[in-house]
């Protein structure tokens, strides 16, 4: 099964209130197969931009994703799972080599970035997650614990 992933972070203060927030869908039909939205504290942009990734990874892969597509509007966060920008932060370090393990994990994956107005499902999630809405939600079907 292949999943296409939108994800983003964001933190009000840079650092200050967090959230990371994430949608997957099918990519042969686009049907929503898991939303996720989490609060994360006191963080920066960076930590909740690769959170976001990190979280929807672990679902794709519990989804019985076998290949992934990776879509955010993170320039920087696209670039560094790429290899063209190193992750340098003591922060971001571990949350990377999770998510860099996990994207192994599967057959196949691709990264993209993409326009802010193509990634605003996954925007508002983050901002869900700031304000306290939180979910994991595999759509109407069954609630994520």
Do not use: C
């Not at 063209?84 to 990377?96: E, W």
């Not at 993209?112 to 983050?126: K, T």
């Amino acid at each position: 099964m292949r999943i296409l992933i939108y994800t983003d972070g964001a933190a009000r203060g840079n650092p200050g209130p967090a959230g990371a927030g994430a949608i997957l869908r099918d990519a042969s039909d686009q049907t929503v197969l898991a939303e996720i939205a989490q609060g994360l504290g006191h963080a920066t942009n960076n930590v909740a931009e690769w959170t976001a990734v990190r979280l929807a990874l672990e679902e794709a892969r519990r989804l019985g994703a076998t290949h992934v597509d990776l879509r955010m509007d993170s320039e920087l966060v696209a670039r560094q799972i790429t290899g063209i920008y190193r992750v340098k932060h003591p922060d971001l370090k571990p949350i990377h080599a999770a998510s860099m393990a996990l994207l192994r994990s599967f057959e196949g994956y691709t990264v993209g970035h993409v326009p802010r107005a193509l990634n605003r499902d996954a925007d508002r999630l983050s901002n869900v997650a700031i304000d306290g809405g939180e979910t994991r939600d595999a759509g109407p079907r069954s609630t994520l614990v």
